[in-house]
């Protein structure tokens, strides 16, 4: 014989063991490796087998093994098709072997193989009609079961996974189909062995195979592959797969919800296709840099998806295949929230810069080090310094007097050190050598927890001190000089009130004392209003011990009058000072003197006002009530009744120091007539 005829057997034998050989060494974890691996060793024991027939001139053993290969090669290839398609989720395709097991056994028994005949290139065995028959209705059932769950998988399927169906499909029927017809053809018509062209189709088959298995290796899954499928899906990104025609061929989960779309809707499509025009027009020119090998990094994007559109992220890589670039690997971000946040902070820096500018505070922005970063308008207004003139430079050498070094050197150190100062007055220096009189506050800047810089602002008080010494000159007059003059007036009127006079001239003499004691409470309620205003210390005082001390030293005022004081021991703290005995006295004896009652009560309760805990403190007396048309102004200033010779102070004293302790005060008619006034003081908790 020609052994050039054994040539295609030789080359499907050494491919088809290479090919079993790769398949064991990817180790992959995929059910339908196995069965294509028997598929190449079944197919493989067929070729060597017919090709040791030859070399051996017609050994029968060689058509046993040839045989054997081509007994089980039809249920191999439906066990590969249906845990490929994963068509059975039991696996009742085991079953397909019973037949190829019982064609064994005859094998085994001489009741299969007929004989060995030579046909013009080769010797092929000759088999007996009903196992042949049996094992070619078998084959062709399989067959064509195994096409129809490849077509079904091939339609279901998109991307890679339809791509490498594709092939698959195509190769298995197709051998299958192609060895009958030249079997027929070869051996019935022209009398000719059919094994190489049989070779030359396993070799084809092989080759199909191979190559889906190596143009779409990503289906496969390797362990590798398995792995990088689990980062994937778990990653906090999208991530897809593009081939060289910028279809997707694998999109994880998250990039599936930021389209909105289930993956069979977005696998198989363009990349183009999920993107706005601007963005498509991008990708083009990206695209054909990554074909070339090069990497693309933050690439902004708008995708558009079912009903969504997400301002997102990209990065992409080539992905190089034995020196080729077959696609692209595209990782995607959703930075939709931090536009939002950069938006957000353009906008509060627009409006801080805004700030800053048109402040009429004078503003110095410095570094952590106390450096001069930027001043605003009103800055070089106060001080006369310009941003060039003071830019890197500690501010304290400009604008800080001798007078106020050691002042003004702690407070820089406070804000330094990460404290907020405010509330401080003193002087600074401007360029041109004069002090201005300002109010000082600094303040550290934090980002992300750590000190990046500093503020300070100056506030010109110049105005406010000159009215403030004015004021104090003022009080100053009325409770020292005009205070002493009214002593002396006092003193003497009493004097002569005591000679010999007329009964007109005694009366005239007690109207100028009248009018002098109201001067002189006048100066006082004046100057209680000045204290409340200046800096108190506030402490825990016990109540009670005030409010009996106040009735003790009104009792016998009010007895004179034929007023009796009731008060019901209440024992409570609160927070106050020495101005809250001003509080209770002012409140009793304005009863003693105008309400023209006979009772005064004093009580007390526990209550709650606006959801806050309250001690409140009543003082009711039995009188003839305050008229209506001062009851709703009592506590402005200079409300007073007809009768009465006071300023008209005393009730608005009283309300300015409640309300300093966080309480309130009010005033009602009783269920007798008369008045009650009601003192909040908040609980101590």
Known sequence: ???????P????????????IYLILTRSRRPYILPLALIFVSTSIWNVGILMLNLTDGEEIWAYVATLGLIFIPPIIFHFSATYTEFFRKRLYLLSYIPSILLSFLLLTGYYVKDIVYRKIGFEPIYYDIPFYINSWVGLFFTLFSTWLLYIAYKRNVGIKKRQALYILIAIPSNALLSF????????TFNMAQ????????????????????????????????????????????????????VIEYANNHFCELLNLPERKIMGRKFLDILDKESAKEFRLIFRNILKGKKVMGVELILEGDGRTTTAEMNASPIIWNGEVIGAFVTIRDIEERKRIEEELRKQKTYFQSLFKDSPEAIVSMDKNHRVMDINPAFEDLFGYTLDELKGKDIDDFILPESEKEKGKAITS???????????????????GSTVHVSIMGAPVFVDGKQVGIFGIYRDITERKKAEEEREFYNSLLRHDIANKN??????????????????????????????????????????????????????????????????????????????????????????????????????????????????????????????????????DNGKGIPEEIKGKIFSIGVKGKESGGSGLG?????????S?????????????GTIFDVYLPKIT
């Open 1 to 7: 014989m020609n052994h050039i005829f054994l040539i």
């Open 9 to 20: 057997s030789m080359l499907s034998s050494a491919t088809l063991l290479s090919a079993t």
């Open 181 to 188: 017809l030249s079997y027929e053809a070869m051996v019935n």
């Open 195 to 246: 094994f190489p062209l049989g070779s030359m189709l396993d070799f084809v088959t092989i080759s199909l195979i191979l190559y889906a298995i190596l143009k779409f290796k990503l289906s496969l899954e390797s362990a590798s592959e398995v792995d990088f499928r689990i980062l994937a899906e778990t990653a906090s990104e999208g991530i897809c797969i593009v081939d060289s025609e910028g």
């Open 414 to 432: 406070q804000v330094i050190n990460g404290k907020v100062v405010k509330g401080i007055e003193g002087e600074r220096m401007r360029k041109d």
């Open 487 to 620: 002593t002396i007036i006092y003193g003497n009127l009493e004097m002569l009130l005591d000679t010999k006079l007329s009964k007109e001239q005694k009366e005239m003499i007690k109207d100028a004392l009248n009018a002098v004691k109201s001067s002189n409470e006048l100066i006082a309620t004046i100057r209680e209003l000045h204290r409340l205003k200046g800096e108190r210390e506030l402490q825990e005082l016990n109540l009670h011990e005030i409010i009996a001390d106040v009735v003790k030293s009104l009792t016998q005022q009010a007895k004179s009058k034929g007023i009796e004081i009731r008060y019901k021991p209440f024992k409570a703290k609160v927070v106050a000072d020495a101005f809250l005995k001003n509080v209770f006295t002012n409140l009793i004896q304005n009863a003693i003197n105008h309400s023209g009652c006979s009772v005064i009560k004093v009580y007390g309760t526990e209550t709650k006002r606006g959801g806050q805990a309250f001690y409140r403190i009543s003082v009711e």
């Open 651 to 659: 009730l608005y004293l009283v309300k300015k120091i409640v309300e």
């Open 661 to 673: 302790y966080g309480g309130h005060i009010d005033v009602r008619k009783g269920k007798n007539g």
